[in-house]
């Protein structure tokens, strides 16, 4: 990638992710997508991987690590008190140029994973859904797993700004989203009962290293605060749960591990913000090989990022396909727009 691409992934990034999200990374952005160097620099993230949110986690990653250096006085996540971010970028600038070797490994072996556990906020009432439609339990697989965070989206409890809380009521994260538009999804009061968790990921994290651990604290913005705290809460809940999370390439490992359903659950494949790293003849290949499993079996299939950023949802059940866009979602899961035309609530 040269450096005029990777300038304006820096500003489309400022501009769609980093506005109303996080000031410090949209100016930061915009200050890198003219810095030659720095952008020499991101050269050597290999090929697929977001490169803002890689160089950001790298740069945070070392700053968590202790590396004293002026930078870390402007970050929430370092410090109590933040210097003022509009200053910050020539000490960024300096902190790429004195830890270049420390940063040139990090960009090129390290990888931008799902982290957001608020993202299941989305999940929920479709998962609902399906159960309802179906009545059978799910059977979870879910491709770039990262450390299996939303495979337990059933442990949580959520509150959508109704009044009422749904979900796993005596949870210990309590997950929230605005639900924007006219369009609102049924929302089940308790999760529907799941018979399997399966992930699979080119690099599983393990929340028992504390270094691995730390890498996904590194990706998430320094300025956001309760995403840290969430992300807490939900990795204690991994560690008290079964399940099966499998290293490797999950396109070539979806029919082996499909066939592992139980016979009374439906398959659900679901993947959030990983086909955004996939190249167009893979992400071909990922809807080819689920039609497949669809002709042997019921299943559906969740994702996004693939056609488009919306959230989509496709049901093969006697091997006829249908084709839903469900919702369009913000990255992190603060809002979504329900797009279903669906009646206003709660079930039981």
Not at 288 to 303: A, D, P
């Amino acid at each position: 990638m040269t450096q005029a691409e990777i300038a304006q992934r820096f500003q489309t990034f400022a501009e769609r992710e980093c506005r109303d999200s996080s000031p410090f990374y949209e100016y930061l952005s915009l200050e890198i997508a003219q810095t030659p160097a720095i952008l020499e620099l991101c050269r050597h993230a290999r090929d697929g991987q977001p490169i803002p949110n890689l160089l950001f986690g790298a740069v945070h990653y070392l700053l968590l690590k202790g590396i004293d250096h002026p930078l870390a006085a402007y970050y929430p996540s370092v410090t109590d008190q933040p210097k003022p971010f509009a200053e910050s970028f020539a000490d960024f600038e300096s902190f790429c140029q004195t830890y270049e070797t420390d940063l040139i490994p990090l960009l090129a072996q390290r990888l931008v994973q799902t982290n957001e556990v608020r993202r299941c906020t989305y999940l929920y009432p479709v998962f609902g859904q399906i159960h309802q439609q179906t009545n059978q339990p799910l059977a979870l697989l879910e491709i770039g797993t990262s450390a299996g965070l939303q495979l337990l989206f059933d442990q949580y409890a959520y509150d959508y700004g109704t009044g009422e809380t749904v979900g796993h009521p005596a949870s210990r994260l309590h997950l929230t989203s605005v639900i924007e538009g006219t369009g609102t999804p049924t929302l089940p009061k308790t999760p529907p009962p799941v018979t399997m968790r399966t992930g699979l990921d080119l690099n599983i994290v393990d929340l028992t290293d504390a270094d691995e651990q730390l890498w996904l604290k590194a990706l998430i913005w320094t300025e956001h605060r309760e995403r840290l705290e969430m992300f807490e809460a939900a990795a204690r809940y991994v560690d008290e749960s079964a399940l099966e999370l499998v290293e490797g390439d999950g396109i070539q490992l979806l029919k082996r591990y499909a066939t592992q359903t139980p016979d009374d659950s439906i398959l659900c494949i679901f993947h959030t913000h990983v086909a955004n790293q996939m190249p167009l003849a893979v992400k071909k290949e990922l809807l080819q090989v689920v039609e497949e499993i669809g002709q042997t079996r019921n299943l559906y299939h969740l994702y996004n990022n693939v056609q488009d950023r919306y959230l989509h949802l496709d049901a093969y059940i006697d091997g006829v396909l249908t084709e839903q866009t469900i919702a369009e979602t913000d990255g992190h899961g603060r809002w979504f727009k329900w797009l279903v035309e669906d009646s206003v609530t709660t079930s039981s």
